[in-house]
C-alpha cells in the first residue's frame, strides 16, 4: 500500500509556459481549424456581447472542449479567431483553474481542501485517491483516465468532504466507498449523474428533493470529522 506522499507509476503533466518562449508544439496546424459548426457556435458568442474579447471564456471552453486542453497554439488559435490579442487570451487561460494548461486525464478529480472540506475529511479523501491511483497530487494515471488535484472552495461546504469531476458533476459526502463506486462506474463508461441535495429545513416540505429534475438525490448529513489535517 501507497503511503500519501509515496509517488506511484504516473504521467508527468506539461511544463508551464509563458508569452515570448518557443514550447513545444502538442497540436498540428492542419488540426488547428473549427468545424463548420463550432464557427457557427462562435459567432453566437461573439454576437452576445459588444467587443469580441467578450467571448474569449466561452470560445476558450469551445476549444478545451474540442482538443482536451489548452496548449498555446490553441490559446493563439482562439485569439485569431477573435481577433484579439494573444496575451489577453493567455492572461484568461492563465487566471482560471478550470482552464486546463496541461495535459490531464480523461476525468480530472478536484478535491477540495479548502476551509470547510478540511477539517471533514478533504486531504483523508484526497490521500485515499492519491493511495487508490498510485499518483501524486498532479499526477496523472499511466492509462491517462485520472488525474488527481487539490482545489479551492467549490461553494458546496454544506455536503464536505466533496469534489468535483473535469468541472462537470459534484460528488458529495464522501467516503471511501463512495470513491470506489465512483473510480468504477467511470472505469465502466457510466456518467455520473446530477445529485440533488437538500438543506436539513427543506427535508419535509420538498421531500427531500430540491430539483424535481434530479436523478440522484442526497440528503443532508451531518459531516464528519478529519482525521488528517494536512
Not at 466561452?58 to 477573435?82: F, H, S
Not at 478540511?118 to 479523501?125: A, F, H, I, R, S
Not at 466533496?162 to 457510466?190: C, E, F, S, W
Not at 424535481?212 to 443532508?220: C, F, I, L
Request: glycine fraction near 8%; charge should be negative.
Amino acid at each position: 500500500m501507497l503511503t500519501p506522499d509515496t509517488p506511484g507509476p504516473f504521467v508527468s503533466p506539461s511544463p508551464q509556459y509563458v508569452p515570448g518562449e518557443k514550447p513545444e508544439r502538442h497540436v498540428a496546424d492542419a488540426d488547428l481549424v473549427w468545424t463548420a459548426d463550432e464557427t457557427a457556435q462562435i459567432d453566437v458568442f461573439r454576437s452576445q456581447y459588444p467587443t469580441p474579447d467578450g467571448a474569449v471564456m466561452k470560445t476558450l471552453w469551445l476549444a478545451q472542449e474540442k482538443y482536451g486542453w489548452l496548449p498555446p497554439e490553441v490559446i493563439r488559435l482562439v485569439a485569431d479567431t477573435l481577433g484579439v490579442p494573444y496575451a489577453k487570451v493567455y492572461g484568461v487561460a492563465t487566471f482560471y483553474t478550470q482552464y486546463f494548461k496541461e495535459e490531464k486525464g480523461r476525468f480530472v478529480f478536484d478535491v477540495c481542501t479548502c476551509f470547510s472540506c478540511q477539517v471533514c475529511g478533504g486531504y483523508d479523501m484526497l490521500h485515499y485517491l492519491k493511495e487508490t491511483l498510485g499518483v501524486p497530487k498532479g499526477g496523472t494515471t499511466a492509462d491517462g483516465l485520472f488525474t488527481v488535484q487539490e482545489a479551492e472552495c467549490l461553494g458546496a461546504c454544506g455536503s464536505a468532504p466533496m469534489l468535483q469531476v473535469t468541472n462537470g458533476p459534484y460528488v458529495h459526502n464522501l467516503t471511501r466507498d463512495k470513491i470506489d463506486a465512483m473510480l468504477d462506474a467511470l472505469r465502466a463508461g457510466k456518467e455520473l449523474p446530477f445529485e440533488s441535495v437538500t438543506l436539513p429545513q427543506d427535508q419535509a416540505e420538498l421531500g427531500g428533493n430540491r430539483r424535481t429534475d434530479a436523478e440522484a438525490v442526497e440528503t443532508y448529513q451531518t459531516p464528519p470529522v478529519s482525521k488528517t489535517i494536512h
